[in-house]
Every structure is written in C-alpha cells, then in structure tokens.
C-alpha cells in the first residue's frame, strides 16, 4: 500500500509563501491521482486541488486559483503544493491524499497523510 508524508507547513505572514511537498512510498505503481485538502478548526475537510499522476493534469478548487500550483516528481513520487499570496483564510491543517486505480472507480480518497500546519497571519 501507499503511505504519505507532508512537509513543509509554517507561519508565514499574508501575502507571503510556502511549499508543501508530499512524499509517497510503498506500491507507488497503484496511484491513479493525488490531491491536497484542507481543514481549519471547527471546519470541514475543504478540497484544495489534484493532479492526475501520469498526465500531470491538475484542477483547483475555485478559492486557491491563480495562486496555489501542484506539481509532481514521477521520479521522486512526490507532489507539491505552491502557494503564493496567502491570505489569514488558507490557514488550516493542510493533507495530501492518493486515490488509487481501484478506489477511482469509487472517487474515493483512501490514502491520507498526517498533514502539516500552515498558519498566515494578519
């Protein structure tokens, strides 16, 4: 199976930046796509963006366009998270997900992260 791990969550003031990466291990070959998501306190899971694994093709949700970017490293079966011109509303525990090539077929998420901190402050 696979296993995820995020880095690099911090504080970083309003309209700064950070990069989250998400490394992936295991049976890296059963991974159909991977996305990021996030939750604030008192909140539900939001969908932040995803990125088809081969094909590198990503969609965002409507409040992060134009300034967060994924990306992915085959190589390194890893995937980013840019975020530029943060704003106090990104705060949140930020998760990366896997969904493999069985669990597409359910558009299930089945594989989580720990997740890692990003605080914006005013």
């Known amino acids: 199976q696979v296993q995820l791990v995020e880095s690099g969550g911090g504080l970083v003031q309003a309209g700064g930046s950070l990069r989250l990466s998400c490394a992936a291990s295991?049976?890296?070959?059963?991974?159909?796509?991977m996305g990021w998501f996030r939750q604030a306190p008192g909140k539900e899971r939001e969908f932040v963006g995803s990125?088809?694994?081969?094909?590198?093709?990503?969609y965002y949700a409507d409040s992060v366009k134009g300034r967060f970017t994924i990306s992915r490293d085959n190589a390194k079966n890893t995937m980013y998270l840019q975020m530029n011109s943060l704003k106090p509303e990104d705060t949140a525990v930020y998760y990366c997900?896997?969904?493999?090539?069985?669990?597409?077929?359910?558009?299930?998420?089945?594989?989580w992260g720990q997740g890692t901190q990003v605080t914006v402050s005013s």
């Open positions: 990125i088809n694994w081969s094909a590198g093709s990503t």
């Open positions: 997900a896997a969904e493999t090539f069985a669990s597409r077929l359910r558009n299930e998420w089945n594989i």
């Open positions: 295991g049976r890296t070959f059963s991974t159909y796509a």
